[in-house]
């Protein structure tokens, strides 16, 4: 559904906006947060603070990043069970010294697991962002999201649909290549917003791959202008809360 791939492309589009990002990578299966923000394997470094010794996060592209990605080795599987999961998210939720942030986004694994229970147990979660793309075996995966979000009590603040559709480079039309109006529907169905609607474009994918979210390196583009809406959307909501 490209979770990651929007994650990065958000917390890039809300620190254009000015605001002070941190990402913590929770999809601890598949790690790929780091490389997508151009980081490879680090040390990690532990520093001293009035409260314990806490993990120091790495900084690319202006965001603060924490990932087991970073400590794992390369092309490894991390096959973890359920206790030794809940371990290193809630390590990762309360050890980490990330300093003053306006936003913190968190990058979970797909489903409604292990990852995700603990997060709600350990965090005082704001709200939650599903992602689908336009699919209907992919709109029944978020819609289990959302009630199980909902249940705990977890705000969702919107939906975003992911691959929404191809734009000809020659005449600018939109072709829906995995079908249309799923995020709509499921948007009208759970009345909850529908963010944005990201097109298909190579660059999303090479940006991914090379560390750069098109979200900055390419702020004209279609994509880029739709992550920048949703950063807009983001900041109103939460504006309007503190109100």
């Avoid at 990651?4 to 990402?23: D, E, P, R, W």
């Avoid at 359920?82 to 050890?95: A, R």
């Avoid at 600018?172 to 290549?177: D, E, F, N």
């Avoid at 909850?192 to 979200?215: K, V, W």
Wanted: glycine share 10%; proline share 7%; charged share 15%.
């Amino acid at each position: 559904m490209g979770k990651s791939t929007t994650a990065v492309n958000i917390a890039a589009a809300l620190k254009l906006q000015g605001a002070k990002v941190g990402l913590l990578d929770a999809d601890v299966y598949g790690p790929n947060i780091p490389q997508m923000l151009g980081l490879g394997k680090a040390d990690i470094q532990v520093i001293n603070t009035p409260t314990g010794d806490k993990f120091l996060p790495l900084e690319a592209q202006g965001i603060k990043i924490m990932s087991v990605g970073l400590l794992a080795e390369a092309n490894r599987p991390l096959a973890w069970r359920g206790p030794v999961l809940h371990k290193i998210i809630t390590q990762f939720l309360q050890d980490v010294e990330w300093g003053e942030l306006d936003y913190l986004l968190i990058d979970l694994p797909p489903g409604t697991g292990d990852a995700q229970i603990t997060i709600i147990q350990e965090s005082p979660i704001c709200g939650v962002i599903l992602v689908t793309t336009p699919q209907q075996v992919a709109i029944a995966d978020v819609r289990r999201n959302i009630y199980m979000f909902r249940q705990v009590g977890v705000p969702v603040l919107g939906i975003v649909e992911n691959m929404s559709y191809l734009i000809c480079g020659d005449c600018g039309s939109r072709t829906p290549i995995f079908g249309s109006g799923g995020g709509e529907q499921l948007a009208a169905e759970l009345q909850a917003p529908l963010l944005g609607q990201i097109p298909i474009d190579s660059r999303i994918c090479s940006g991914g791959d090379t560390g750069n979210p098109i979200a900055i390196s390419e702020q004209a583009s279609p994509a880029s202008e739709v992550f920048r809406k949703i950063a807009i959307a983001l900041n109103a909501t939460f504006k309007n809360q503190a109100a």
